[in-house]
């Protein structure tokens, strides 16, 4: 089995509010991963993990009652990498996760904490091992039907806006391929704004 040798979090997105925020502490504690805590005058908190190769300062600025944090960083620990995984699923944390083997790299996309692509990278190759499209688009709309406020959908719609922008800036460097399924949704999204703001 290939050894990893690191994993480069090239985007991270969490938001949670505060009691989810002590949970997401006490889940790197929980395995025995050394913690700081910084609470700044504006509010916002800084998460500094440490380990074995040096720290990780992950900054959640505050909104009302939300933290939401969005980072990139390079764990080498092993174990600050299982934990940060855990962390990814729990929290339904957004993202793009490198884990970087002798040779090639697997990239894996989380959206609200589950994997929904897997890719292997070997120098300019790239192979999808894993999509899973139809479940995400079904959540999605599951979520905006649940919701009962049109104010909250609104709110909601631009975030997840937010986050495929970022993610359509990203594939414009490293995975072109994935524009135009990029652009179908923020398509879609935009159509349901209007809707939502007529």
Same mark, same amino acid.
């Given at each position: ?31 025995? !991963? ?21 720290? !990780? ?42 884990? !970087? ?52 959908? !609104? ?44």
């Amino acid at each position: 089995m290939a050894q990893r040798l690191a994993t480069n979090y090239a985007k991270a997105y969490f938001t949670m509010n505060e009691e989810e925020l002590a949970q997401f502490v006490s889940l790197f504690t929980n395995e025995h !991963i050394s913690v700081d805590v910084k609470v700044c005058d504006n509010g916002d908190r800084d998460v500094i993990l440490n380990d074995k190769s040096g720290e !990780i300062q992950l900054n959640f600025l505050r909104a009302g009652n939300r933290y939401s944090c969005d980072s990139s960083y390079l764990i080498r620990d092993r174990q600050l990498a299982e934990a940060m995984r855990k962390a990814m699923k729990t929290f339904r944390g957004q993202g793009i996760v490198h884990r !970087i083997y002798d040779g090639f790299t697997m990239v894996y996309h989380y959206d609200q904490g589950s994997v929904v692509s897997i890719h292997e990278v070997t120098g300019d190759e790239e192979l999808s091992i894993f999509e899973n499209t139809a479940s995400y688009v079904s959540r999605e709309l599951d979520q905006l039907f649940q919701q009962t406020g049109g104010e909250e959908e !609104i709110e909601s719609i631009r975030q997840e806006t937010d986050r495929w922008l970022d993610l359509r800036n990203w594939a414009k460097r490293t995975a072109p391929k994935k524009l135009s399924a990029i652009d179908e949704r923020l398509t879609a999204l935009s159509q349901r704004l209007f809707e939502l703001e007529v």
